[in-house]
């Protein structure tokens, strides 16, 4: 009696071993981890399994979450600025074309939101704006009014007044359909 047949507690003789020929086999019989696109601060928008021997630019292509612009290279959906991250490196756009995704690979397209619906320039104009208002009216209020509760009370209305003014232009116009 062998032993495992002792361990198996059968008179039956048991199976061989049946051992993968070669590493390419155990590599390719290996789950294959999913690629994530992620969009910050962590919230996951899709999720696929690549297949084997794929690029990153064949996979961007099979799914459709990017698509090639002559002129810009990826674009993904709503022009969000994203990284490509191999387990934990990032990796340069130029380098998809040629980088194969492997079975144990971690890899995530990590998008950031841009914020807001105007651009960075209008909000630092706003915000200047703002400031050039509340210092103008600490000194206008008195100034046209006089001191004590008319003072603070013209104060209070040039700094209201600026800041509906402000919002006012800063803002597009509505259009209905």
Request: net charge positive.
């Amino acid at each position: 009696m062998t032993l495992r047949q002792i361990i198996n507690n059968s008179d039956r003789p048991a199976p061989p071993l049946v051992r993968p020929r070669s590493r390419r086999k155990v590599r390719s019989d290996a789950a294959r981890k999913p690629v994530l696109h992620v969009v910050m601060p962590g919230m996951e928008v899709a999720r696929e399994e690549p297949k084997q021997r794929e690029t990153v630019a064949a996979f961007l292509r099979r799914t459709g979450w990017a698509t090639k612009d002559k002129k810009y290279g990826w674009q993904f959906r709503k022009g969000l600025p994203t990284v490509l991250e191999i387990n934990g490196e990032p990796v340069l756009r130029k380098a998809w074309r040629t980088t194969r995704i492997a079975a144990d690979d971690v890899v995530r397209f990590v998008s950031y939101p841009l914020g807001g619906q105007g651009g960075g320039a209008k909000q630092v104009i706003g915000l200047v704006a703002l400031i050039a208002v509340s210092a103008f009216a600490l000194w206008a209020g008195p100034a046209l009014f006089g001191a004590g509760i008319p003072g603070m009370l013209g104060t209070a209305a040039i700094g209201c007044g600026g800041v509906l003014l402000i919002n006012a232009l800063g803002r597009k116009p509505h259009v209905r359909d």
